[in-house]
Nanobody, 120 residues
Framework: QVQLVESGGGLAQPGGSLRLSCAAS????????MSWARQAPGKGLEWVSG????????YYADSVKGRFTISRDNAKNTLYLQMNSREPEDTALYYC?????????????WGPGTQVTVSS
C-alpha cells in the first residue's frame, strides 16, 4: 500500500533553517516525480516545489524560490525540503505528494502532513 509520511516540522524563529523529510513506501519511488505543497490556516492549498524522478530537474513556486531547496534520495525512498530564510508567511501544514507527470503534474497520493510554524 502506498504510504507517504512527512516529518521534521516544528516551531522556529524567522530566518532559520529547517529540513523536512518524507518517507515513501509501497511503490517504486524512483519512477515518480514528487512534490511539496502546503496549506496555511484559512488558506487554500499552495504548490511549493517539485522534483523529477531522478532528481535532474527541480521546480519552485515564486513565493519560495531562492529560499527552499527540494531534493531526494532514491536509494532511501526519501524526499526532502530544505527551508532557509523562513518567514512567518511560511507557516502551514506541509504535505509531500506523489506526482503524475502524464496527468499535468497532478497528485495521486498524499502524506498526512507536518506542521511548520515560523514565529518570533
Amino acid at each position: 500500500q502506498v504510504q507517504l509520511v512527512e516529518s521534521g516540522g516544528g516551531l522556529a524563529q524567522p530566518g532559520g533553517s529547517l529540513r523536512l523529510s518524507c518517507a515513501a513506501s509501497g511503490f517504486t519511488f524512483s519512477s515518480y516525480a514528487m512534490s511539496w505543497a502546503r496549506q496555511a490556516p484559512g488558506k487554500g492549498l499552495e504548490w511549493v516545489s517539485g522534483i523529477y524522478s531522478d532528481g535532474s530537474d527541480t521546480y519552485y513556486a515564486d513565493s519560495v524560490k531562492g529560499r527552499f531547496t527540494i531534493s531526494r534520495d532514491n536509494a532511501k525512498n526519501t524526499l526532502y525540503l530544505q527551508m532557509n530564510s523562513r518567514e512567518p508567511e511560511d507557516t502551514a501544514l506541509y504535505y509531500c505528494a506523489r506526482t503524475v507527470v502524464a496527468d499535468e503534474y497532478g497528485y495521486d497520493y498524499w502524506g498526512p502532513g507536518t506542521q511548520v510554524t515560523v514565529s518570533s
